[in-house]
C-alpha cells in the first residue's frame, strides 16, 4: 500500500506538471506565451490606433511661423500613421471659410489649425461641430470659440513683457520708434496695442506704424519701412508684431544705410541670420508645441476615448526665450525634430501605430 501510494504521489505530479505545460502552450498559441509578471506596463496597455483622417490649416503658409507650426501637426499627425488633408488659403478669407468648410465635407475625423480666427471659418465651425469632428486650434490667440474643441495658444503678455525688458534697457526717453502691426489677427493686435501703452509709459514716440498686408508680407513691409525711414530721419528703432518684420524690415535699414534695430514678436529661423549680426532683437517660441500637443491630445481621444482638455495642460505648456547676438550662435533653439521627439517616445510605448 505505501509503495502504490507513493507512486500515485508521482503520477499526480506528472499530471500537474503536464497540465501546466499544456496552459503554457495554450497561452501561447493565444499570444499570452509570458506569465503576467513578466510583461512590460508598455506591452500591456499598448494600443493599436485607429485609422484617422486629420484636417490642418493656417492662415497663410507664406508666413513662416504658420508654415512651421503646419509642418509639425503634419509631421506628427503622420507619425502617428495618420492620413492629413492641408489647407492654405493664402491669406485669402473667403478661402479660409471655403477651406474650413471643404475639410467638414471631405469628413476627416479632426481639424488642427494655428492662428485661425472663428469668425473667419464660422459656418465650417458649426458645420463641424453637427458632424462631431473636433477642432482644435493653437498658436496664438484668437477669439474664444464654443465650437473649438482646444484652444492651445501662446500667453501674449508673457511674449511681449519678455521683448519689453530688452527695449526698456535700450531705448531712452524720447526715442522715436516705427511699429509693423497685422491687426487681422487678435494676438498682434492685443501686441500693438500693448507697444502704445508702454511706449507712453517709457517716453517713446511712435512716429510710424504700418499694417502690413497679409498676402504679401515681407515685400510689403519692406516698401513700408523704407517710406517710414524717408519720412522719419530721426528714427531710433523698429518694433514688429510678427514673424515677418525683421525680414521686411532691416534690408529697407540697410539700403538707407541706417543702423536701425528692429525689435520683433515671433523671431522663426530665418530670423537667425539678423540676431547673429545683431540686427535683430527677437522673442522666440516652441511655437509648433500646441500642434504637436493637439496630435497627443487626439490620440489619447480616439484610442482610448480620452476628453479633449479647452487649454493646454502645463506640462506641454509653450517655451520662450529672447534672442540676440549674444546667444544666436547656433541655429533656431525650437526645432520640430527636438520638440516632437518626446512625444514620439511616448507614442512608441503607448500605441501601435495606425495603418
Not at 498559441?29 to 506591452?43: I, V
Amino acid at each position: 500500500m505505501r509503495y502504490r501510494h507513493r507512486g500515485g504521489v508521482v503520477v499526480l505530479a506528472l499530471i500537474l506538471v503536464g497540465a501546466v505545460v499544456v496552459a503554457a502552450a495554450t497561452g501561447s498559441a493565444f499570444g499570452r506565451g509570458k506569465p503576467t509578471g513578466l510583461q512590460t506596463p508598455a506591452a500591456a496597455t499598448k494600443v493599436k490606433l485607429p485609422k484617422e483622417t486629420i484636417g490642418i490649416m493656417g492662415p497663410v503658409d507664406a508666413a513662416e511661423v504658420i508654415k512651421l507650426v503646419n509642418d509639425a501637426a503634419e509631421q506628427a499627425a503622420k507619425t502617428l500613421g495618420w492620413k492629413t488633408i492641408r489647407v492654405d488659403p493664402g491669406g485669402d478669407p473667403a478661402k479660409m471659410a471655403s477651406g474650413m468648410t471643404s475639410l467638414v465635407n471631405a469628413n476627416v475625423n479632426a481639424i488642427v489649425l494655428t492662428t485661425m480666427e472663428p469668425s473667419t471659418i464660422a459656418s465650417g465651425l458649426r458645420a463641424a461641430a453637427q458632424k462631431k469632428i473636433p477642432v482644435i486650434d493653437t498658436h496664438t490667440l484668437t477669439q474664444s470659440s464654443p465650437y473649438f474643441a482646444g484652444e492651445y495658444f501662446l500667453p501674449p503678455a508673457k511674449e511681449f513683457n519678455l521683448l519689453l525688458a530688452r527695449m526698456k534697457k535700450n531705448l531712452k526717453r524720447g526715442a522715436e520708434i516705427a511699429t509693423i502691426n497685422l491687426p487681422q489677427f487678435l494676438n498682434a493686435k492685443i501686441a500693438g496695442e500693448q507697444i502704445k501703452a508702454a511706449a507712453s509709459r517709457q517716453g517713446w514716440r511712435i512716429v510710424a506704424s504700418h499694417d502690413a498686408d497679409l498676402a504679401n508680407l515681407v515685400p510689403d513691409v519692406q516698401k513700408a519701412t523704407g517710406d517710414i525711414l524717408r519720412a522719419n530721419p530721426n528714427l531710433t528703432a523698429v518694433w514688429g508684431c510678427c514673424d515677418f518684420a525683421p525680414a521686411g524690415a532691416i534690408p529697407a535699414i540697410r539700403a538707407a544705410g541706417k543702423n536701425i534695430k528692429v525689435y520683433a514678436l515671433h523671431g522663426v529661423p530665418s530670423t537667425m541670420q539678423f540676431a547673429r549680426d545683431g540686427s535683430a532683437i527677437v522673442e522666440m517660441a516652441s511655437y509648433q508645441q500646441g500642434a504637436i500637443a493637439a496630435m497627443d491630445i487626439l490620440a489619447a481621444h480616439f484610442a482610448r476615448g480620452a476628453k479633449i482638455p479647452k487649454h493646454l495642460p502645463k506640462s506641454m505648456a509653450y517655451k520662450m526665450r529672447l534672442v540676440d547676438q549674444s546667444n544666436a550662435t547656433g541655429g533656431f533653439p525650437y526645432p520640430t525634430n527636438k520638440l516632437l521627439a518626446p512625444f514620439k517616445k511616448k507614442w512608441a510605448k503607448l500605441y501601435v501605430k495606425a495603418g
